[in-house]
Each structure stands twice: as C-alpha cells, then as structure tokens.
Nanobody
Framework: QVQLVESGGGLVQPGGSLRLSCTASVSIYSISSMGWYRQAPGKQRELVAAITSGGSTNYADFVKDRFTISRDRGKNTVYLQMNSLKPEDTAVYYC?????????WGRGTQVTVSS
C-alpha cells in the first residue's frame, strides 16, 4: 500500500483559498492516478479532482473553474489549489492513489468554510 500524507486543511472564510498537499511514499511515476475526494457527515465520499500519470485531469462539476489539481514528481506530491471556497465545500478531504489495481487513502484533512 502507498502511504499518503495530506496537509493544508483548516478554517477559512467564504471566498477564501487553501492549498492541500498530498505526499506519497513512492514515486508518482508508478501511480496510475492520484486524486482528491471529500466526504461530509452523512454524505457519500465524492471525487473532487484527479490527475493521471500522463497528466490528464478530471474535475467534479461543483469545483470546476475554482479548484486546480497539479503535481510535482520530484517531491512525489500532488496539490489541490482551492479558490472561491463556499460553505458547502466543508468536508474531510482525502488523498487517493491507484497503483497496480490497489487503492490507497490518506487519513484526511478537515476543510471548514465558515464566517
């Protein structure tokens, strides 16, 4: 299993920004896809954004044009830049990696958007 460590969550006001980081224990060249998911209490976990080893990206409609996923292969790290945050973005955000048919998950980082 790939070890994943997230950071960057916190409390922010509506309209503010945060950048989440996810660092993997292996080279991300060996990971087919990495992404960010989120889960609010009582809700199912949902995809926020993902990036493949080839650099293709995919975004959920509710974050398109506000969030950007990127990577730094040298640091084995994937980022999620979140702008124009809304209260409905409040959730625990989890990093995911798919490698050799096996999914790995980070412990999650809390993002709270509130006045």
């Amino acid at each position: 299993q790939v070890q994943l460590v997230e950071s960057g969550g916190g409390l922010v006001q509506p309209g503010g920004s945060l950048r989440l980081s996810c660092t993997a224990s292996v080279s991300i060249y060996s990971i087919s896809s990495m992404g960010w998911y989120r889960q609010a209490p009582g809700k199912q976990r949902e995809l926020v954004a993902a990036i493949t080893s080839g650099g293709s990206t995919n975004y959920a409609d509710f974050v398109k044009d506000r969030f950007t996923i990127s990577r730094d292969r040298g640091k084995n790290t994937v980022y999620l830049q979140m702008n124009s945050l809304k209260p409905e973005d409040t959730a625990v955000y989890y990093c995911n990696a798919a490698r050799y048919g096996v999914d790995s998950w980070g412990r999650g980082t809390q993002v709270t958007v509130s006045s």
